[in-house]
């Protein structure tokens, strides 16, 4: 009884868990770079293998195969070289390479950084769309059309038992994070995808993956406000602060000037309260320039290495006069902030829509509402605060778009939920704060030009 | 020569001071028949003539092992080591009533090393505690019946604690290093009563002590936290608990000793390690403070032991105890994988002369094996619990040589 030998009966490992109706022999993740993994702006093996699906997969014991990349990762990803007394941040100067292009069949993983809904069906030879667009990801994930001509075909090639489905977040944000200059719409390039053509093409999607044995399951996500992100809430609110106290120095300042769509000279004109409350966003990019403002000698123009334009004036204070304004490209203003969530809420009502139509097979995943919750006051999940505050936040990575490792494992559980709820499965969820923290640390201090620097951001949250 | 222990009784309380007494499984308080008695009960010094010097150490081989974190079962060891706790005493009869005597001890000891990556690095990797009790006692006899002992200690401690701490939402850790020493007072008084030669009773009071740790913490993290993570000066306050023990012993012959002992430990004293950092400001704007929540329970320790003499010269010993944790299934945490245990103890006494005494004690400490599964300790930087099977068991060998000068 005492002396004898240990007991480990209790000592059997997990069971896989039941998964109801819903069957994970072959299961695909579809999407773009949520889906991927991306974080820190970048794609790299150390936080792929926390992508949702990744996390998914384990959870129900599955395999999931990835186009996995080496360190410091495509493009090498961002890292904080200080913390204080500003909070400074770079992208690694080095490149990763992908570790099993050889892999023979089409990846579990289908995420492509930088996919719209239209690459979804586009059958577009891979090499040729990756030149075209600029994008290493359509060659790198999709690999060769033998395997299938677009995404949707390599996940039926797969013969994919469960889909998780999460597109159409570029369609509006590629317009959002250009400040409005450009975006994803067949007739100007300058805006959301219109709602038509989003319409047809999710339609198609739908139509495509559905299958009419009821066999095949897919748990689809909708598109999340993206005013809420980091991304656009980060720098205003100090650019707000700095005008502030450059007014009460010179009254003669009026306020922010900046370019409204497709201006040179500036009509726009924000107070610091505009851009404290974010009836004018500014992007995170614009950080790196923030410091700027006031500045006589062209220095903006000088540093992102272009002549000024005609019109402008760079002996005029940066930021401060119509002619030497805030580059449009900085800054959401309130015109293109009610363009975003209008296209926003359209495409969450065609989502909706689909999964309607097949509810015997398709659920809902209403990420759009999860981080709603998340942004209004932060949420408390397994003892981390997750809010949309930037880095401290605990949810989105250095990029201010894609979430932490963390965040991802938070989206894996709202799909974890809605799986298990719609059917009848009983995966666990995880428990966000056993995977590691992932903000990255540069090994050596470097300082370029191109750092983005957060004035005075208070760290005080390091605790033991 | 490191003087330190394992877990070696229940918290980090070390109760083997004397390998005679730790033969008979500790069940010594009524008998404290050599210069152990400082530590068993100073009453006892009263039974000791002339000149006394005992001299020993106890060898101690502790393994212990997790297995974890529930559901996942993976095995992680604690890495071996050796202490050697040690004990001198140096008695004297000063007259028919009066003896005194000097000892050198350490009644509470701890060392746990894991590996410094292991899935635990945030709640232990180094953990040592080391104290010395340098006590003075005396006895005085009321009568051929009744004795009584008192002792004074002082207690120099020393804890250095290293373990890592996580950065989120940052990747990586930064490595702790914390070391601090301090001084306490503790006294002691003891009882025996021997109505007759077959039969004899002893209480014994030993206090608890208040440390106040002084220290400092070495913090080692990427360039980039340099200054941001609380570290220099310390102050750590720590209450060790008061002991209460009595017990019996029966002499049903000449060459036959039976004794039995019950210890109350008053653990509860230890609520909390509260560290704060004298120089480092929190986001309130005072100094900042590191708790760790104990929250042990007051324990107890029965023992029963037994010798034979086999000549004038041999004597052999052994005996058995149980001892219960003082750590709750919530608080139980690897740098102390506490439990409650069984020893068994055997070993022999040997005079080579009249005046030169050798004491042998062996005891295996078994751990009942603990499944934790409610734990309130959180291993990652939100909150998980560090649930899983905890495994352990001890090796010990005490030895002494003890010379009288009649």
């Known amino acids: ?464 | 020569m490191v003087v330190s222990s394992q877990m070696f009784a229940s918290g980090f309380q070390i109760n083997e001071h004397g390998a005679r007494g730790m033969a008979m499984a500790g069940a010594y308080t009524a008998l404290a028949l050599d210069g152990s008695a400082l530590y068993y009960n100073p009453a006892g010094l009263s039974q000791l003539n002339g000149t006394q010097f005992m001299l020993g150490t106890t060898l101690i081989s502790p393994s212990a092992t997790f297995r974890g974190v529930s559901p996942d079962i993976d095995e992680y060891i604690m890495e071996t080591a050796v202490f050697t706790p040690i004990n001198f005493y140096i008695t004297h009869q000063l007259s028919e009533k009066w003896v005194i005597g000097l000892g050198v001890n350490n009644q509470y000891g701890l060392g746990t090393t894991w590996d410094e990556d292991w899935i635990g690095r945030y709640l232990a990797i180094d953990t040592e505690v080391q104290t010395f009790y340098f006590t003075g006692g005396a006895s005085y006899k009321l009568s051929d019946e009744f004795s009584l002992g008192v002792t004074a200690s002082y207690v120099y401690g020393n804890v250095t604690i290293m373990k890592k701490n996580s950065l989120s939402p940052f990747e990586g850790d930064a490595t702790i290093d914390l070391s601090g020493n301090g001084g306490a007072f503790a006294y002691s008084v003891g009882l025996l009563y021997k109505p007759s030669k077959s039969f004899s009773v002893g209480l014994d009071f030993r206090s608890g002590s208040e440390f106040t740790f002084a220290g400092d913490a070495e913090v080692t993290s990427p360039s980039q936290f340099t200054g941001l993570i609380p570290h220099g000066s310390i102050e750590a306050p720590l209450s060790l608990p008061y002991n209460a023990t009595v017990g019996v012993a029966f002499l049903p012959n000449d060459d036959l000793t039976i004794s039995a002992d019950f210890q109350y430990v008053g653990w509860s004293s230890y609520d909390k390690m509260e560290v704060t950092f004298t120089e480092y400001n929190g986001e309130d704007g005072n100094p900042y403070v590191s708790t760790s929540i104990r929250d042990y329970t007051n324990s107890w320790i029965a023992r029963l032991g037994a010798e034979y003499s086999f000549s004038e010269s041999f004597d052999l010993r052994g005996g058995i105890l149980y001892d219960s944790s003082p750590v709750k299934d919530e608080w139980v945490e690897p740098s102390l994988p506490d439990a409650n245990r069984w020893g068994f103890n055997i070993g022999f006494g040997y005079k080579f002369t009249p005046n030169l005494v050798l004491d042998l004690a062996y005891m295996y400490l078994r751990f009942n094996e603990r499944t934790i599964e409610n734990s309130n300790v959180d291993y990652t930087s939100g909150a998980a619990g560090f649930n899983g099977v905890y495994n352990s068991s001890a090796h010990l060998l005490g030895i002494n040589l003890s010379y009288y000068l009649n």
């Open chain 1, 1 to 464: 009884m005492i002396i004898g030998c240990e007991d480990r009966s209790d000592l059997t490992a997990p069971q896989a868990p039941n998964t109801g109706e819903a069957d994970f022999t072959k299961f695909v993740s579809i999407g773009n770079s949520l889906t991927a993994g991306y974080q820190n702006a970048s794609l790299y093996e150390s936080t792929q293998i926390y992508s949702f699906g990744k996390l998914i997969a384990d959870q129900v014991g599955t395999d999931f195969v990835q186009p996995l990349i080496s360190e410091p990762g495509i493009p090498g990803k961002l890292e904080i070289v200080s913390l204080s007394p500003d909070i400074v941040f770079t992208p690694n100067s080095g490149f990763g390479e992908p570790t099993n292009l050889g892999y023979a069949a089409p990846y579990n993983n289908l995420g492509v950084p930088g996919a719209i809904l239209f690459d979804l069906i586009d059958e577009t030879d891979f090499q040729q769309k990756t030149i075209a667009r600029g994008n290493p990801f359509f060659s790198l994930v999709l690999r060769n059309q033998e395997m299938g001509k677009s995404i949707i075909e390599q996940a039926l090639n797969l013969q994919a038992t469960f889909i998780t489905l999460w597109i159409g977040n570029n369609d509006v944000l590629g317009y959002a994070t250009s400040g409005g200059t450009s975006g994803t719409d067949a007739a100007t390039g300058k805006l959301p995808t219109d709602v038509p053509t989003f319409t047809s093409l999710y339609n198609m999607v739908g139509n495509a993956l559905t299958d009419t044995t009821g066999h095949r399951k897919i748990a689809a996500a909708n598109i999340p406000d993206v005013q809420n992100i980091p991304y656009f809430t980060t720098v205003g609110p100090q650019m707000g602060a700095g005008i502030e106290a450059a007014i009460s120095q010179n009254p003669a300042i009026m306020g922010l000037f900046y370019q409204k769509n497709g201006e040179t000279v500036a009509t726009g004109l924000a107070s610091p309260d505009d851009l404290y409350i974010g009836n004018l966003l500014i992007t995170l990019t614009g950080g790196a320039y923030a410091g700027l403002l006031g500045d006589t000698e062209g220095k903006y123009y000088a540093s992102i290495g272009e002549t000024p334009p005609p019109g402008i004036d760079t002996n005029q204070p940066f930021g401060f006069h119509p002619q030497n304004p805030w580059p449009d490209r900085f800054v959401l203003d309130a015109d293109e902030i009610v363009i975003t969530k209008d296209a926003t809420t359209a495409f969450n009502g065609v989502i909706k829509s689909t999964v309607d139509a097949n509810s015997d097979t398709w659920v809902l995943v209403d990420v759009n509402k999860f981080f709603a919750g998340v942004a209004d006051g932060g949420m408390m999940i397994d003892g981390i605060n997750f809010s949309t505050s930037f880095i401290l936040g605990n949810t989105f990575s250095l990029d201010g778009v894609h979430p932490t490792t963390r965040g991802y494992a938070v989206i894996a559980n709202e799909f974890i939920k809605k799986i298990n709820s719609k059917f009848g499965a009983s995966i666990s969820q995880i428990n966000v704060s056993t995977l590691p923290a992932s903000v990255p640390l540069a090994k050596t201090s470097i300082s370029k030009e191109s750092n983005y620097i957060l004035k005075n951001t208070p760290l005080k949250n390091i605790s033991m």
